[in-house]
């Protein structure tokens, strides 16, 4: 059996037996990011007060999903003016440990959306327990582009609890921009989800086409130097790891 069957097969018996509980609801979600952080400029500050104040003040006004199309688009004309700088050819462990961090802010905002006292130990279970990869553009046809704005993104299979289903359904319905808005998330670019299908190939599938940029390296080679999935929730010792590996970066 191949390695490529193996990782389907391994992922598909793993997150079959959790769905077998009946807890849960699965997607494949799907983010892509802006590759440099920067602070906000005039423009960019004014419309994050907007949304602050409408947000405050009536928060299910229709003129924040305006707003929000409006900082989004703000944000990347930015960031498609300063990406080409850093941008290499080829994928490097720099630019990857850049969005799995800009990956888990997102996921410590929308935990705190989907969850009240998210950060309580009786509310951990509660989590949505997600399987990451990364990919590249071009990777489904064996042509990865690495020096295009936006190569880098993640697809994830998330499994949802059933208590927290609707709320995360609503975000998903929005493209999760109500957390998106967030300064600290101005590195996500776009978020996209839906919801896996029950059918007995949908979700091997579904696992196949979200690693499909990561099991097309050898396992004893590159794929050892990069981080190209990851789970969540994340461990103590995995999170000790990031804080580690941070620095080691931060030191280069």
């Known amino acids: 059996m191949t390695y490529k069957q193996n990782v389907i097969n391994d992922f598909t ?23 440099v952080d920067h602070d906000p400029d005039v423009r960019e500050s004014e419309l994050i007060d907007l949304i602050i104040q409408k947000r405050n003040n009536d928060p299910l006004s229709p003129d924040l999903t305006s707003l929000y199309k409006r900082l989004s688009e703000c944000r990347f004309k930015i960031n498609k003016s300063i990406n080409r700088r850093i941008y290499e050819k080829d994928i490097t462990q720099k ?29 951990i279970d509660l989590h949505p327990k997600t399987y990451d990869f990364m990919d590249v553009n071009g990777s489904k046809n064996h042509n990865n582009v690495y020096d295009m704005d936006g190569t880098l993104h993640i697809h994830s299979i998330y499994l949802i609890r059933n208590e927290i289903v609707d709320k995360f359904e609503g975000l998903v319905a929005e493209e999760c921009q109500p957390i998106l ?13 839906v919801a896996i299908k029950s059918g007995p190939y949908d979700l091997p599938n ?12 050898d396992p004893l080679g590159l794929k050892d130097d990069l981080p190209l999935s990851f789970q969540y929730p994340l461990t103590d010792y995995e999170r000790m790891q990031r804080r580690l590996d941070a620095q080691r970066l931060a030191a280069d």
């Open 13 to 35: 018996k793993n997150i079959s037996k959790l769905m077998a509980s009946g807890k849960y609801k699965s997607y494949l979600v799907s983010l892509s990011f802006n590759m």
């Open 206 to 217: 579904t696992i196949e086409y979200a690693s499909k940029f990561m099991v097309s390296f």
């Open 181 to 193: 808005w967030h300064p600290n998330l101005s590195g996500v670019r776009d978020v996209h989800g």
């Open 95 to 123: 630019r990857v440990s850049y969005v799995w961090k800009t990956y888990e802010k997102f996921q410590s905002h929308l935990v705190q959306i989907l969850i009240k006292n998210a950060s309580r130990s009786n509310k």
